[in-house]
């Protein structure tokens, strides 16, 4: 019989714990919390590293409940000595950037707030609002979050009328651009008529705006449209008094009165919960920061970091997230702060070595920056109100939830499947997820039904819904030493969207990867929005309005939407398709001269191979392959 070899986590092995704690120096550093599976969960730094990661194993510590999901999970614990503090700030953002520990994230992506996200990582960069704060690739870069998804889109809609750039994730056609290149929109990007270093430039413009420096593309602007009129180029010059005209309009209406216009600098402060869990029995703080460049409020970002902090210090984690992935242009000359930082000088220090300029972080008692401080202050008041309102409905329908269900825990993270078909063609299957009540739509996948059977004209939604559980945990099934607690993967619910039929399918797929016990799997039935649970033949006694069920009704109409958006998807992308396309050997050029001799799909099934043969590179061999394919035997 093999023995297990699992370390065990610190907190259960004291002696071992207190060596550990024994060997790591008074010096400033960085520190790693590893994962039974030896992955890194949490990077901090300090200036005292024992004191520092001794503080998590104290009992009195004041722990938030992530923090202290996390020391559960710590099997080892790993360091790096630094000269000063301030190498160890900048070694602990890169190497966040690098491993992107799991616990690490204080800012959290609750996915109210959308970024903007530019491709540099693509020869032909995309431009595109998302939700996901993450960091796929790394030259990818972000920006917000913005509090004003309204607002932040107009101007999205705004850039792409004023600077040429492609409009499509995908090209239209496969030989020619679309309509936008001839309305002057597009540059031809998907048929490669501009040199990816052009197309660069433009996407260069259009990150100006988002980085606070429309002042200084208007300028760089205002002296190429003077060079073009000077040298008689009217119309080009035409183009670029537009644009000019076009950015303008951005910030129109956006001044903030400041005793200095052409100072660069970001205002930050936060409000603090009344003793108001938002979720999960957490407390949140609401974060603003207003960024002023050239007297114009040109960016309102917003963040919800965890309370269990002193206000100083949750500015300070605040502003070094905010930063460490901020180009050196956008970082501002002065950066105004509610509370004093409990290490300013040396954040101060690291920014101005990035800037290249003397970095300045003041926290203003008097006047006009003070007042510009409260404007902030209200500002993250009145979202943190907005989300304690939001946050009760949703608490409140998780807490209904887990008592309609009998669950032990409050259910923090719950998935709900759908299929999707006509009559068993294109199915597909969608999985939604809900995050302490919400939508987090980073997780949501998709699938396509591989079953054999299902096919057009013979629809299973039972195989298919086993087929989708099946793919969803067979990694755990195959590992059963995968962590699930403290798992952001591994769900406290599943949702099937039917009846018993749909529940019994997906529990038997379950019960032979024996993961039936370490999950809880209801039903909803669109009739009677009944719920059925495992191995019961009749439904749950509940109220239709009651707020857990509404919880998952939300969740099953999500599911449901999903998957429709993705058969139709599909439907459409089939019918877009050419039967040619499905012939192997046969690309779109062959296809052209095939169409062109015979002129429909119909004249080119009837052909016999002597008649394929004659069109101009089509050979024997392919011609065989064509004919065999209309007339299979």
């Known amino acids: 019989m093999a023995i297990s070899t699992q370390i065990l986590p610190l907190v259960k092995e004291p002696e071992r714990l207190e060596n550990r704690l024994a060997e790591i120096p008074p010096e400033p550093g960085v520190y790693f919390m590893r994962d039974s599976s030896d992955r890194i969960i949490y990077i901090g730094k300090s200036r005292k590293l024992r004191s520092r990661v001794r503080s998590y194993f104290r009992d009195g510590y004041n722990k938030s409940e992530r923090i202290a999901t996390m020391v559960k999970l710590v099997t080892e614990i790993e360091f790096i000595v630094t000269d000063t503090e301030a190498e160890a700030l900048a070694l602990e953002a890169n190497l966040i950037k690098q491993h992107q520990p799991y616990f690490n994230v204080l800012l959290k992506d609750d996915k109210k707030y959308p970024y903007l996200c530019i491709t540099w990582s693509e020869d032909y960069p995309r431009i595109f609002i998302t939700r996901k704060r993450q960091f796929g690739k790394e030259k990818d870069k972000f920006y917000g979050p913005y509090t004003d998804a309204g607002l932040l889109r107009e101007i999205v809609r705004l850039c792409k009328r004023i600077f040429p750039q492609r409009q499509r994730p995908q090209p239209l056609f496969k030989d020619r651009p679309c309509l936008n290149y001839d309305l002057g929109r597009c540059p031809g990007v998907c048929q490669q008529m501009i040199s990816p270093e052009e197309y660069r430039k433009i996407v260069q413009k259009i990150a100006m705006v988002f980085q606070g420096r429309t002042q200084e593309l208007i300028d760089i602007l205002t002296q190429q449209m ?73 960016g309102r970002l917003a963040f919800v970091a965890d309370a269990h902090a002193e206000p100083g210090a949750i500015l300070q984690r605040a502003l070094e997230e905010h930063y460490q992935t901020a180009d050196s242009v956008e970082i501002p000359l002065e950066i105004l702060v509610q509370h004093d930082l409990p290490d300013s000088e040396i954040l101060a220090d690291v920014l101005t070595q990035r800037k290249g300029k003397k970095v300045t972080i003041l926290t203003p008692l008097r006047q006009t920056k003070a007042e510009l401080i409260e404007m902030v202050e209200r500002n993250a008041q009145y979202e943190l109100q907005r989300m304690q309102k939001l946050g009760d409905r949703n608490d409140q329908a998780m807490q209904d939830l887990a008592a309609i269900l009998d669950l032990p825990d409050v259910p923090h993270r719950i998935e709900g499947y759908d299929i999707s078909h006509i009559q068993g063609s294109n199915a597909v299957a969608s999985q939604v997820v809900f995050i302490d009540g919400l939508p987090a739509k980073q997780h949501y996948r998709h699938y396509k039904i591989k079953n054999p059977t299902v096919t057009a004209g013979h629809s299973d939604d039972f195989a298919s819904l086993a087929e989708v559980i099946g793919r969803r945990f067979r990694k755990y099934a195959d590992d059963p030493q995968l962590s699930r607690l403290g798992n952001p993967d591994w769900p406290d619910l599943i949702m099937i969207d039917g009846g018993k039929g749909q529940l019994s399918s997906v529990v038997a797929v379950l019960q032979e990867m024996n993961l039936l016990e370490d999950l809880r799997v209801v039903s909803l039935a669109k009739q009677r929005e009944e719920i059925f649970l495992p191995g019961e033949s009749k439904p749950l006694t509940t109220d239709s309005e009651q707020s857990g069920v509404q919880l998952l009704r939300r969740l099953r109409d999500e599911a449901h939407r999903f998957a429709v958006t993705f058969h139709r998807q599909q439907r459409s992308d089939k019918l877009k398709r050419s039967r040619l396309d499905e012939i192997p050997g046969l690309g779109h050029h062959r296809q052209k001269q095939l169409l062109g001799h015979f002129r429909s799909v119909d004249y080119i099934r009837q052909a016999a191979p002597t008649q394929l043969a004659e069109v101009p590179g089509i050979g024997p061999r392919l011609a065989q392959e064509i004919y065999d394919y209309f007339h299979p035997s």
Do not use: H, M
């Not at 670029?240 to 216009?261: E, F, H, Y």
């Not at 402060?269 to 050239?294: D, H, K, M, V, W």
């Open 226 to 298: 003077n060079a073009a009129s000077e040298n008689l180029n009217f119309e080009s010059a035409a183009r670029i008094r537009d644009q000019i005209s076009g950015l303008k309009s951005l910030t129109a209406n956006q001044k903030v009165s400041l005793p200095d216009d052409t100072v660069s600098r970001d205002a930050v402060a936060l409000a603090l919960p009344s003793g108001i869990a938002l979720a999960a029995n957490e407390e949140y703080a609401c974060i603003q920061l207003f960024q002023i460049r050239a007297g114009q409020l040109v």
